[in-house]
């Protein structure tokens, strides 16, 4: 045995080995391993969706640091298959996450359903490709319309309807751990950072500007705040006894460590006796001395000061903030005018120089320099607060990208039901639509009316799943046949008791009624159009979803399903 | 490559390692704790170690679950110094009490919302039965009343005493006797020790020592020389808990361990030699934030690799780079008259023995808090490099004291010198000594433990009934809701409070054991016999529906002595009230839900990367 194996590998090793050829796998929908692939990852997204859903701890198996967390972009980005497919979905969906921020999820649930239900009906992949793009453009026209039923107009004139925004999008991540009166606050604060960031006067041209978090750990979440302006870190025990506001300030972004780093890997040659150390921090002086004769009472440097230079600058009475980080650059520079310097070697240009306010503020155990222009500002700080470093990363995530929601309503100010009632209305809405134009649709397709309605039938059962998900305690998910909205029965609350086991539909719009008409999600029913809800006021949702972001996540569910369904053969090279 | 662990939603695994975490510190909870050791098998290096914090620290858990408990409880750690076990040891209690709930089929959305409930229970609890400081003062005048005198009990208070008369106040609102010492305090000086509404800080102090009352008592006399010393500044009665030091002595017998108002520092064989010279004068001093070498270069500091030194004649009577930079540090500190360099880094050996040669002291890996409270009593800025030193930069007045030869006890020599400055500096040192090496990091943690107890009871001005006292009345109040929900659920038919209840009384069960574990630990219980007399506990407080008032009469009379909660021994006599920290117990058992919850609702782990793991239920993507 040994000394075959022995010969084996000699051969191996005196035979020149050829590349092996690629592999290539025809219709690779149809193998079994990929399809378990799909569902695994449907299943691992499905069920961290909501604000019921399961978190998922993210590691890397060798005592790296561990992400608990049930958001999108994280879960997606931890994933790296062997395999195309998923990586193409993952890639686009990612794409999705970071333009809008919001509805990764959404879309990765929906596309996967798309893909899953397109192999269960027996139909051609070129058939359902054309039918789910008619029906995508179905669906995006009727959002657009302005008697959409799953639509609500936000009124910038109370804060109300952003606030609601704000806490669906705060509410649906778990991990964040927080109670009503938490979300509550945090909810408010996002507005309240948003609104900030809004210019007042508004020139030709509207920038926003931008909010900075720093995320402050064991305190607790009722003690976030948000200040205009930005606060940075300070070194400990600083006066501003005798400095008269506003001071001048010096924004470098170069390194005055004392280093030739932007050398980069070349070679220098010295001489014997020569010392660079002492001759650059010769020049750092002279930087100092400039400064201080053009009077600025504030420097601030991106990366490392020499501890010289901020010596000398401390000791005639220079505030010295190093190590900025990039981060805080650019509101920086829109706070104070300042342009960054990117070298030592010349003398700073008077241009370059910008002003601010500044104040101390004590913050828990830290004090905090407070930087505010004279005028309004566009620049805010919002600290978030929380009890364990898992939940405050997470709550960080959720701010973010509850900000980014709120800026998407400036471009189209309005929302569309959440809890999961745009998409049942959606598919009721689809499937009526599509069984009234089935006789003028199915042949400008190319497709029979049973395709067609097939066809239709698994793109609606998609959208329909994605509500479902919503629910992981085994409860069940219902439609009523009137407004089309979704509804949640508990597992332990019988059909009987419905209308005291859920009141209010998904959105919080419909009230439960004794005539009202249910039927379980996952079976059939009757189409119907959905009754656009008739009240005298506004209507007053209390979950509510992002509409550019789901736009856009429904849009890019349906292509990366298509073009998934549309790939014939996979070619891998092996080698 | 993508590997995920689907855990059974019926026998949630990450809650069972939850809870077999916290079963490791099951016989480390309360005030009678035995040591353990923790043994690498790999290397052979075993640790002693005592408190829950350590023996986490020093498990090293790699899984996920352990991963999260140890990020929590080392945050809990930092901050309070005290309470991890009690966090860890609800956390598996609780997590248990999350895995029954499941195990019954209670949904995982209910469990959450009852048990957020429970812990809101608990905390109002908490806040309505602490007992605030104005209470104790009243408290303590009643029981100093009818008995005059209370009789002290150990040789150690009496010590604490003597100690004490000196910077106690003779205040007319102070009528507790702890002994004959007290009454009899004549000294005027520090009148303003006392709020009116403050109780006395050994009496806290003591009620808050859990079984190490020796830490404790360093704590009391650390936390009152600093009150002392920053008396004329602020009147405060909370002390600057960071100005205290700890300096580690092994070699000398425990009872050598004392507080001494300055800082205390160990030096080595040359550097004993220069401070024998130059101890008991005002000195001059410098401060130094980095290491004291050649080579060092401040943080972000980036050295070109490819620096080249092109010689155009062969001088070989040059002398080494160092050496060059020595000398001219060594010149620089003897213009400046500097007789004491303080570093927060390291010193080269080279330094040492040149500044050793001038009578220059050199102290390394100096507290950053030590130079920084020096530096603003003594004037002296901190800089970076040794170099950058002028005039302005160097402080003045400071005294420099041969503490104790410590020599005679160790093979290699060993010296301690206490750094002061005359204008009070405000820094006091608590020497931790003790024989055995191993027992060092133990005792230092006893007493960090005991400083910071003390310190949160100063600041939150309130205490919460101790001994276990705080879990009953929760208990109590998790099983009277719990038995509300049964009986609503009867009358009405429907099942909605159903599950609230059972929840409920699983969480209370989950403190039950805890004081169980508590009074077990104590060493004079059995489990069976602990949870009997919770339970004659329980049924007492549920015939006589107590009040408030009732339970503070309770605690003030401390007739629990029979019951055994305790942690004084029954030998000796006196009774004495035991009490914890609130704010840091409301936020332990905040801390031990939030992972018991954050756990829970977990369902997958994503194993990213390519560590090699076969385990059965792995799936790959």
Not at chain 1, 560 to 570: E, H, I, P
Request: proline fraction near 3%; charge should be negative.
């Amino acid at each position: 045995m040994h000394i075959a194996s022995y010969l084996s590998s000699l051969m191996q090793m005196s035979r020149l080995v050829k590349k092996s050829p690629s592999v290539c796998t025809d219709l690779p929908l149809n193998s079994s391993d990929v399809c378990n692939k799909l569902r695994l990852m449907k299943e691992l997204l499905k069920s961290s969706y909501g604000p019921t859903a399961r978190l998922k701890q993210v590691h890397n198996n060798i005592g790296g640091a561990v992400v608990t967390t049930s958001t999108s972009s994280v879960l997606l980005q931890a994933i790296s298959s062997s395999h195309p497919i998923v990586s193409l979905i993952k890639g686009s969906i990612l794409n999705h996450v970071s333009r809008f921020s919001d509805c990764g999820l959404f879309a990765s649930v929906f596309c996967l359903s798309l893909i899953e239900e397109a192999g269960r009906c027996d139909l051609s992949q070129n058939v359902i490709i054309r039918v789910n793009k008619h029906l995508l453009s179905l669906c995006t026209a009727h959002l657009q319309q302005e008697d959409c039923g799953c639509k609500v107009q936000l009124d910038f004139c109370s804060s109300q309807s952003l606030i609601t925004l704000a806490r669906s999008v705060i509410s649906s991540k778990p991990t964040c751990v927080l109670s009503e009166p938490e979300s509550a606050h945090i909810s408010r604060l996002a507005v309240q950072a948003f609104l900030l960031t809004v210019p007042c006067n508004i020139p030709d041209k509207v920038r926003l500007g931008r909010t900075v978090t720093i995320p402050m750990e064991g305190h607790s979440v009722l003690e976030s705040a948000v200040f205009p302006g930005l606060l940075l870190d300070t070194p400990e025990n600083i006066s501003l006894g005798n400095l008269c506001s506003p001071l001048r300030m010096v924004l470098f972004s170069a390194s005055l460590a004392g280093d030739l780093s932007e050398l980069g890997d070349g070679r220098i040659e010295v001489h014997q006796g020569v010392d660079t150390d002492s001759q650059i921090v010769d020049q750092l002086l002279e930087l100092g001395k400039q400064v201080l004769k053009d009077e600025v009472k504030l420097f601030v440097c991106q990366k490392v000061i020499h501890p010289v230079l901020q010596h000398y600058l401390r000791c005639n009475g220079v505030i010295v903030i190093e190590r900025l980080g990039i981060s805080l650059m650019e509101p920086l520079i829109q706070l104070t005018g300042a342009q960054p310097v990117a070298t030592l070697h010349t003398t700073v240009p008077w241009e370059a120089y910008g002003e601010v306010h500044v104040s101390v503020r004590p913050f828990g155990s830290k004090t905090k320099l407070h930087l505010h222009p004279a005028g309004k500002t566009t620049i805010c700080t919002m600290i978030l607060c929380h009890r364990n470093e898992t939940m405050l990363s997470e709550l960080k995530l959720v701010c973010q990208k509850t900000e980014h929601v709120l800026r998407l309503t400036l471009r189209e100010p309005c929302a569309l039901l959440g809890g999961g009632c745009t998409e049942t209305h959606l598919a009721a809405y689809v499937r009526h639509q599509s069984k009234n134009d089935v006789s003028e649709s199915s042949p400008v397709l190319g497709c029979s009316q049973t395709e067609y309605l097939l066809a239709g039938e698994a793109f609606c059962r998609s959208l329909e799943s994605v509500a479902t998900s919503l629910e992981h305690d085994d409860g069940a998910s219902l439609i009523d046949l009137t407004h089309a909205h979704h509804w949640t029965l508990p597992s332990d609350a019988t059909e009987e008791h419905l209308e005291d086991a859920a009141a209010l539909c998904g959105c919080g719009v419909v009230q439960s009624c004794q005539n009202k008409k249910w039927s379980y999600l996952n079976t059939e029913y009757a189409e119907f159009s959905p009754e656009p809800l008739l009240t005298a006021s506004p209507l007053q949702p209390t979950v509510l979803d992002s509409f550019t972001a789901k736009v856009n996540a429904l849009e890019v569910a349906v292509e990366t399903a298509n073009l998934v369904l549309d790939v014939r053969y996979v070619i891998q090279d092996v080698n | 490559m993508l590997e995920g662990v689907v855990i059974n939603s019926r026998q949630h695994v990450g809650l069972q390692k939850l809870s077999a975490l916290s079963g490791r510190i099951r016989s480390s909870v309360g005030p009678f704790k035995n040591y353990k050791f923790i043994q690498d098998e790999s290397s052979g290096d075993s640790v002693l170690v005592c408190s829950c914090f350590r023996i986490i620290e020093n498990l090293e858990p790699t899984c996920a679950v352990g991963q999260l408990v140890y990020e929590t409880v080392r945050g809990h750690h930092k901050q309070y110094h005290t309470g991890s076990g009690c966090l860890l040891f609800l956390a598996g209690g609780w997590s248990r009490a999350a895995l029954d709930s499941l195990r019954r089929g209670i949904s995982v959305k209910h469990i959450i919302t009852a048990m957020s409930e429970g812990i809101d229970i608990c905390l109002d609890v908490c806040k309505k039965f602490s007992v605030s400081f104005k209470d104790l003062a009243v408290m303590e005048k009643c029981t100093a009343a009818p008995g005059g005198t209370k009789k002290a009990s150990t040789d150690a208070s009496i010590e604490m005493a003597n100690f004490h008369d000196k910077c106690l106040s003779k205040s007319g609102q102070r009528k507790v006797k702890l002994s004959r010492h007290f009454c009899e305090a004549k000294s005027d000086m520090l009148s303003t020790v006392r709020h009116p509404d403050q109780p006395d800080m050994i009496v806290i102090a003591e009620s808050l020592s859990h079984g190490c009352e020796k830490a404790m008592k360093l704590a009391v006399e650390a936390a009152q020389m600093l009150l002392k010393t920053n008396q004329q500044r602020i009147r405060d009665p909370l002390f600057d808990i960071s100005k205290m030091l700890t300096c580690l002595v092994s070699g000398l017998p425990e009872d050598y361990a004392c507080v001494v108002e300055g800082c205390i520092l160990l030096l080595s064989d040359e550097q004993a030699a220069a401070a024998h010279v130059v101890k008991q004068q005002p000195l001059k001093v410098a401060l130094i934030t980095g290491d004291l070498s050649q080579t060092y270069r401040h943080l972000g500091f980036k050295s070109l690799p490819g620096e080249q030194c092109v010689c155009e004649d062969l001088d070989l009577s040059v002398s080494s780079k160092e050496d060059e930079w020595v000398d001219k540090v060594v010149k620089l500190l003897l213009n400046l008259e500097v007789k004491l360099i303080l570093t927060a880094g390291l010193v080269s050996q080279k330094v040492i023995q040149h500044c050793c040669r001038h009578q220059i002291l050199v102290v390394e890996k100096v507290n950053s808090s030590v130079l920084k409270t020096i530096g603003s009593s003594t004037g002296a800025i901190p800089v970076n490099y040794a170099t950058q030193l002028t005039e302005s930069c160097v402080g003045d007045g400071v005294n420099v004291e041969i503490w104790r030869d410590l020599s005679s006890y160790e093979r290699k020599s060993l010296t301690a010198v206490n750094i002061s400055t005359g204008r009070s500096s405000g820094l006091v040192t608590v020497v931790v000594t003790s024989c055995v090496h191993g027992k060092l990091q133990a005792l230092e943690d006893q007493f960090w433990a005991c400083a910071y107890r003390l310190y949160h009871a100063l600041k939150d001005r309130a205490l919460l009934p101790g001994a276990g006292g705080a879990e009953l009345l929760c208990v109590h109040q998790l099983q009277k809701q719990a038995e509300h929900d049964r009986v609503k659920d009867s009358k009405t038919g429907s099942a909605a409070n159903l599950y609230r209840g059972l929840v409920l009384q699983l969480m209370a069960d989950g403190l039950i054991d805890y004081i169980a574990a508590v009074m077990v630990n104590t060493g004079r219980f059995t489990a069976a016999n602990a949870r009997t007399i919770v339970s004659k506990q329980l049924t007492e407080f549920h015939r006589d529906e107590i009040s408030t008032e009732k339970f503070l009469q309770l605690v003030s009379q401390s007739k629990r002595e029979d019951a055994g909660f305790s942690a004084v021994k029954p030998d000796e006599a006196p009774a004495l009230n035991i009490y914890d920290n609130l704010s840091v117990k409301q936020e332990a058992w905040r801390k031990a839900l939030d992972l018991v919850l954050l756990v829970l609702q977990t369902d997958a782990e994503i194993i990213t990367g390519t560590g090699q793991k076969n385990e059965g239920n792995l799936m790959l993507l």
